[in-house]
Structures are given as C-alpha cells and as structure tokens.
C-alpha cells in the first residue's frame, strides 16, 4: 500500500520569504502522480501543482515549485515570495497511475500548518 | 459559482441520530469521491463513484454508512446511528474523467459534529 508522510505538522516563513515543505512518500508503482493542495482555514482545498512521476522536470506554478526525487520518494514544495495569503494547511498527496476505480484515490499526508508573519 | 457544492456545510446531531449529507459536482464530472477528514489529518478515501456505479468502498465506511449518486447526478452520503467517533469533515470532490492526471477538485466539506 502506497503512503505519504509529511514530517512538519507545522512551519512558520516571513513573508516574501521563501519556505520549503517536505514529503515523502511509498509505493512500489512506477507510474503515479503527486500533488500539494492548499486547504486555507473553513475553506475548500485547492490545487496548487501537480507532478507526473515521468516527468523528470520539476513542475513550477507561478511562485511554488517542487524538488521531485524520484529515487528518495521525495517531493518537496517551495513558496518563494510568501505572501499573507499562502497561509493554510498544505497537503501533499498521491494518486496511483493505473486505471480504475479506487486507484484513482488520492492517497494524503498529514499536512503541514503553514503561518507566514507580515 | 460553478465549483462543487455541499450542503449542509455544518451539522450537529446527537448519537444514535441519522444524518444525510448532498454533493453536487461540476456538471460534466462523472467521477465523485467522497472523503473523511478528522482533526489534524488529511482526508481518507471512503468511497467513489463513475457515473451512478459506485465502484469501490474503503473498509472506512462500515455498514452504518450509505452512499449513493441516482443518475450520476448528485450524491448523498448517510450515516445511521451516529457515534461520537464520526465526528469529521465530510469532503466530496469530483473528477471529468478520462486522463488520470486530471484535478480533482473538492468541495467546501460538510462538518459533523455527534454529540
């Protein structure tokens, strides 16, 4: 069974700084896609980037960008220029590559709380 | 606002009561999945549906719990006989189809608190 673990319950970043949130993960798959979304507080989780594990170049949305590490199971968010707004819980998540019904699930971490100071 | 929709957002209910929660997709997504999410961890598969077949459920959802999506439409979620332990954000979310790679993307959640 595939896991991911995200190993920051919390982290703090003044903003326009830059801040990294770590994720790792397990499977024995080979195809697979990985995902951060962004739950802001009583608000509905949002996307923020999407990788495809065949792909070895790192996916960049705007000012997040991920360090994927496929051989480490590790995918990594950065936040560069923080702003106010980018405060929130950050999921990191897995979805299995192969088609079908429940392999579509999302498979999440625990999140990481994430405070940006003004 | 043509996101996915859940009603109620908020639900208090006392043990041994019924519940029964809505999600409505976007239109054209014929995939829904319906997750719990209790306080300080992420969201847990609980079951999903591809049109009106409702392909697969976690060993989360016991027999208390009913989901059902009549037409593909909308969907409702059931919990009989509540307990304390179901206490949790309901979350739905919907898929188009096709490419794997596609978003899912979620509604706001239905919070349900037993008392």
């Known amino acids: 069974a595939q896991t991911v673990t995200q190993s920051q319950p919390e982290m703090s970043v003044q903003e326009a700084e830059t801040v990294t949130l770590s994720c790792t993960y397990d499977t024995s798959e080979s195809d697979y896609y990985l995902f951060w979304y962004k739950q802001p507080p009583s608000r509905q989780m949002i996307l923020v980037i999407r990788q495809e594990a065949y792909k070895q170049q790192n996916a960049t949305e705007n000012r997040f960008s991920v360090n994927f590490q496929k051989a480490a199971k590790s995918f990594s968010l950065k936040i560069s220029d923080s702003q106010l707004g980018d405060a929130a819980m950050y999921f990191c998540a897995y979805r299995s590559a192969h088609y079908g019904g429940a392999t579509n699930k999302l498979i999440f971490g625990t999140g990481t709380l994430l405070a940006v100071q003004p | 606002d043509t996101g996915v929709s859940q009603n109620p957002r908020h639900k208090i209910t006392k043990r041994g009561q019924n519940v029964t929660f809505r999600c409505d997709p976007i239109s054209e997504h014929n995939r829904l999945y319906w997750y719990r999410q209790t306080l300080g961890q992420g969201p847990e598969f609980l079951t999903y549906?591809?049109?009106?077949?409702?392909?697969?459920k976690s060993r989360l959802l016991s027999d208390r719990f009913s989901a059902e999506r009549p037409k593909g439409s909308f969907s409702t979620l059931e919990i009989q006989r509540t307990e304390q332990g179901d206490s949790a954000m309901y979350l739905c979310?919907?898929?188009?189809?096709?490419?794997?790679?596609?978003?899912?993307?979620f509604g706001p959640g239905t919070r349900l608190l037993v008392l």
């Open positions: 549906f591809q049109n009106e077949a409702q392909l697969e």
């Open positions: 979310a919907s898929i188009r189809g096709g490419s794997l790679g596609e978003t899912q993307y």
